[in-house]
Nanobody, 126 residues
């Protein structure tokens, strides 16, 4: 059983930056699909950024060039660096992990991830 705990959410103004962290309770093998979702009130959960088992990354079009996913396997940490934040980025951000290759981006939202964190809130004001 893997437990995931997110941190780093905060309230910032437009153009600001935040770095989210996801701490795993145990080592997560490189073959896992692992990354970040977000969900805003009244909206569907949206895949944001993911590492696939081959090390490749996938980003939502809305965050490309602004967000960067990274990881430190030795410390069992996954990060999401978010720059140039916009009000549309306001959401609760969740870390998720699942053994195996990530599906294509269009299928991530329907993929049954085994492990989820409780989320961390990001609020961006104009």
């Amino acid at each position: 059983q893997v437990q995931l705990v997110e941190s780093g959410g905060d309230s910032v103004q437009t153009g600001g930056s935040l770095r989210l962290s996801c701490k795993a309770s145990t080592y997560i093998a490189s073959y896992y699909c692992m990354g970040w979702f977000r969900q805003a009130p009244g909206k569907e959960r949206e895949p944001v950024a993911f590492f696939s088992s081959d090390g490749t990354t996938t980003y939502a079009d809305s965050v490309k060039e602004r967000f960067t996913i990274s990881k430190d396997p030795a410390k069992m940490l996954l990060y999401l660096q978010m720059n140039n934040l916009e009000p549309e980025d306001t959401a609760r951000y969740y870390c998720a992990a699942d053994p195996g290759t990530c599906p294509p981006y269009r299928l991530l939202g329907h993929h049954p991830f085994d492990y989820w964190g409780q989320g961390t809130q990001v609020t961006v004001s104009s």
